[in-house]
T-cell receptor
Framework: GAVVSQHPSRVICKSGTSVKIECRSL??????MFWYRQFPKQSLMLMAT?????????EQGVEKDKFLINHASLTLSTLTVTSAHPEDSSFYIC?????????????FGPGTRLTVT | EDKVVQSPLSLVVHEGDTVTLNCSYE??????LLWYKQEKKAPTFLFML????IEKKSGRLSSILDKKELFSILNITATQTGDSAVYLC??????????FGKGTLLTVNP
């Protein structure tokens, strides 16, 4: 099946700094990538959808200036958490699908656990 | 607003038991329903269902969709301790985004 990787798997940063998380589709080209966050014992919450070469579409309540998403190529999307605060500590997961429309299987990366101190 | 409800929220069984996990949904212009298994990391894809009545099977796991009654079930036979995980159901509607249920926490005891 399709493989999605994320880097880093775990990061600890100080409050006020920025953190970049990379998401790559390893064996397929992903026209659409999704970024989720998950709090303990809760389900996945979609943050934004990114299509290669265009601006990301953010879900209601997600600050686009705080969570910068760049989908520079068909195999790479990045999420940058700017000026991180302790409340941004969470599990961030990217996901990719081919074609970007319904009917396609959607695969998840292994996730990045962010801790802001 | 799309909605996915999974039941039960948690389940404890013994190895060898058979379990059935339920997922009901309300979605605008249904496209597909997906099942995932989540252990300590991100969800692992299990099945994608788009048509009613066609069972999808992978080893001891199987799933079926009923688009008339708006639900799906995931069956696991001869459960093993390695099946312990949260099982997530998600649906995709006309906006192509996945809406997830809260998951079913399955614990399989030896």
């Amino acid at each position: 099946g399709a493989v999605v990787s994320q880097h880093p798997s775990r990061v600890i940063c100080k409050s006020g700094t920025s953190v970049k998380i990379e998401c790559r589709s390893l064996d397929f080209q992903a026209t659409t990538m999704f970024w989720y966050r998950q709090f303990p014992k809760q389900s996945l919450m979609l943050m934004a959808t990114s299509n290669e070469g265009s601006k990301a579409t953010y879900e209601q309540g997600v600050e686009k200036d705080k969570f910068l998403i760049n989908h520079a190529s068909l195999t790479l999307s990045t999420l940058t958490v700017t000026s991180a605060h302790p409340e941004d500590s969470s599990f961030y997961i990217c996901s990719a699908t081919v074609g970007g429309t319904a009917g396609y299987e959607q695969y998840f990366g292994p996730g990045t656990r962010l801790t802001v101190t | 607003e799309d909605k996915v409800v999974q039941s039960p929220l948690s389940l404890v069984v013994h190895e060898g038991d058979t379990v059935t996990l339920n997922c009901s949904y309300e979605v605008t212009n249904f496209r597909s329903l997906l099942w995932y298994k989540q252990e300590k990391k991100a969800p692992t894809f299990l099945f994608m269902l788009t048509s009613s009545g066609i069972e999808k099977k992978s080893g001891r796991l199987s799933s079926i969709l009923d688009k008339k009654e708006l639900f799906s079930i995931l069956n696991i036979t001869a459960t093993q301790t390695g099946d312990s995980a949260v099982y997530l159901c998600a649906v995709r509607g006309s906006n192509y985004k996945l809406t997830f249920g809260k998951g079913t926490l399955l614990t399989v005891n030896p």
